[in-house]
């Protein structure tokens, strides 16, 4: 069995036909590909196993190999400006250089990397925000880290007042220094409640603006300096807020077996990742 991975253009708020041609810029032969970050169209970074961070300058068509002394996976990666940029991963159990729950910063344009944060215990952070560049948020399933001071300090944050590992969060998106949202879930064991907190002061304090309690399949969220915003989950599972998550409003999608799992905005066009359960097709 299958199963088939689709990208959906939600919406295009262009007029006028679209061509697009895709074609290879990096491969490799062993291994996987992590993480891919681009800051801009000549300048991108790849992560791949086994352990190699690279840079491109000219969009693709030639690469660098980086200076980074960690050998687990790097799930995501931000930069504040050229210079200063972080990344986060991790892995399940103790190896190589690093221990889990890794972070690593460059303030050199990534040519070289340092260890910020290492974990004491097996797991991985699956989201990083950088806001500024002092200002950082990772998220796991075992809790939100938040530096201020660039990954000198870091506190640990509880929204919920759980004990340690009963609140899990996802994807961490910020529209002003001081105006966040998290996506967050309660674990299985008091109540596996999936919700969406908002900051407005920067994240000292957080109030809920979501909460689905009955579904359970929120994956990800976008929301933009406007107010509107999108949830997006399993079984064409999809949320519309336009005013900053005070009001929620269902979208009805046609094929209901759509799971969809990462939705990203970018210059007014919403793409959506997901693949499509009903696909059992063999190969």
């Keep these: 069995m299958k199963t088939r991975t689709t990208l959906i253009l939600l919406f295009i708020f262009i007029a006028g036909h679209i061509h697009a041609q895709w074609s290879s810029i990096d491969s490799i032969t062993m291994g996987s590909i992590n993480s891919v970050y681009f800051m801009n169209a000549d300048t991108g970074f790849v992560h791949s196993q086994p352990a190699v961070m690279r840079r491109t300058l000219n969009g693709g068509q030639s690469w660098d190999t980086l200076d980074i002394t960690f050998s687990g996976y790097i799930n995501d990666i931000d930069f504040a400006n050229a210079n200063v940029g972080y990344a986060v991963g991790g892995a399940w159990f103790p190896f190589g250089t690093h221990y889990p729950f890794a972070i690593v910063k460059t303030i050199d344009g990534g040519l070289t990397w340092d260890s910020i944060y290492t974990g ?156 499509d359960a009903s696909d059992t097709t063999n190969g």
Excluded: C
Aim: glycine share 12%; net charge negative.
């Design 120 to 275: 004491t215990s097996g797991g991985v952070f699956d989201y990083l925000e950088v806001v500024t560049e002092d200002i950082i948020y990772a998220t796991s399933n075992a809790g939100m880290v938040h530096s201020v001071d660039g990954g000198a300090t870091f506190d640990t944050i509880y929204i919920l007042g759980l004990p340690l590992g009963a609140e899990q969060y996802s994807r961490v998106r910020f529209i002003s220094p001081s105006k966040g949202y998290v996506m967050g879930k309660a674990g299985f064991f008091v109540g596996n409640l999936m919700t969406l907190h908002e900051t407005t002061d920067s994240g000292k304090t957080w109030q809920s603006v979501y909460v689905d309690s009955t579904s359970n399949f929120s994956n990800d969220f976008v929301m933009t300096p406007t107010g509107n915003g999108l949830i997006v989950g399993n079984g064409s599972y999809v949320e519309r807020t336009s005013n900053f998550g005070t009001t929620w409003q269902r979208i009805a999608m046609a094929d209901t077996n759509v799971l969809l799992y990462q939705i990203e905005e970018v210059d007014g066009h919403l793409y959506a990742k997901g693949s």
